[in-house]
């Protein structure tokens, strides 16, 4: 099968999907086995977007996984996110790759993000705003100050203690003392 190649607004709604969606394949020591293959397979057939686990430390080899995984399996690299592969494939198999895209689009519509032919979606109308209703509540007073007033004095601070702060010695200070 051949990889399914996926715009930037839908991969990024694909994306968005996927975040809250834990592994539900993962590769064991093995590696890509066809245990591992039929696996994967059978999840994009009931799920459509997945998340793999590949346990190598190796950035390289985890690419060459998800890249054999895109074209053995024909479907979507979405994403790869450390040791984590987004996959999606659309439910149907004998979709051709236009097909694909179109689907996935709907779906990143139906989630509420992406466009419809490079339009950006429509914008809830804007409700008008209210003016403010008047009350017949009189007005706050203010204290304006009058030209030639003084300024009033400021409360006294309160008395220093009478007797003075007991100090502490730490026992480095008692040991030098001594």
Same mark, same amino acid.
């Given at each position: ?88 494939? $659309?439910?149907? +198999? ?7 895209? +179109? ?21 809830? $109308? ?53």
């Amino acid at each position: 099968m051949k990889e399914i190649i996926l715009a930037r607004d839908t991969r990024l709604a694909l994306r968005a999907q996927a975040h809250h969606l834990d592994p539900v394949v993962l590769l064991g020591v093995n590696g890509l086995t066809e245990a591992v293959m039929k696996e994967i397979d059978r999840e994009l057939k009931a799920h459509e977007l997945i998340k793999v686990r590949v346990p190598t430390d190796d950035r390289e080899e985890r690419e060459a996984v998800f890249a054999e995984v895109a074209e053995t399996l024909g479907c979507a690299r979405v994403q790869m996110i450390g040791k984590l592969l987004v996959l999606w494939r $659309p439910a149907d +198999e004998s979709v051709d790759p236009k097909e694909a895209e +179109e689907s996935a689009r709907i779906a990143a519509l139906a989630f509420g993000r992406g466009s419809v032919a490079g339009k950006a979606r429509a914008e809830a $109308p804007v409700k008008p705003r209210k003016a403010p209703v008047k009350t017949d509540k009189p007005a706050k007073k203010v204290a304006s100050k009058k030209p030639g007033e003084k300024k009033k004095k400021k409360a006294e601070p309160a008395p220093r203690r009478a007797r003075p702060k007991r100090t502490r010695t730490t026992k480095k200070a008692a040991l030098a003392k001594s």
